[in-house]
């Protein structure tokens, strides 16, 4: 940009700022909401309550099925291909 162009625009200056921080807090949210690690994390635990004697089979195929699809979710969003 050039120095009158700068000049011009610098009311709008506060606006870019904004706008530059939203992306990226809506960057971190979908880093965050597509981590597959903390469903797997659950996905174990789930697994250790079952063993444990803590749930049933079927609480246990029911959050299983969820937590799977969860996964089958982020999976497609890192390959491009959102379901």
């Known amino acids: 940009m050039g120095l009158l162009t700068q000049l011009a625009t610098l009311p709008l ?3 870019r700022g904004v706008a530059w921080v939203m992306e990226r807090v809506v ?3 979908e880093n965050e ?3 597959p690690a903390p469903v ?3 996905l174990a635990a ?7 004697g803590d749930i ?3 609480t246990f195929d029911r959050r299983e099925d969820e ?3 969860r ?3 982020i999976r497609a969003h890192a390959q491009g291909t959102d379901t």
């Open 56 to 58: 049933d089979e079927e």
């Open 13 to 15: 200056a506060p606006v």
């Open 67 to 69: 937590l799977l699809d």
């Open 40 to 42: 797997e994390r659950e």
């Open 71 to 73: 996964l089958d979710e």
């Open 46 to 52: 789930l697994e250790r309550a079952l063993v444990a």
């Open 33 to 35: 909401y597509y981590d």
């Open 27 to 29: 960057e971190a949210a």
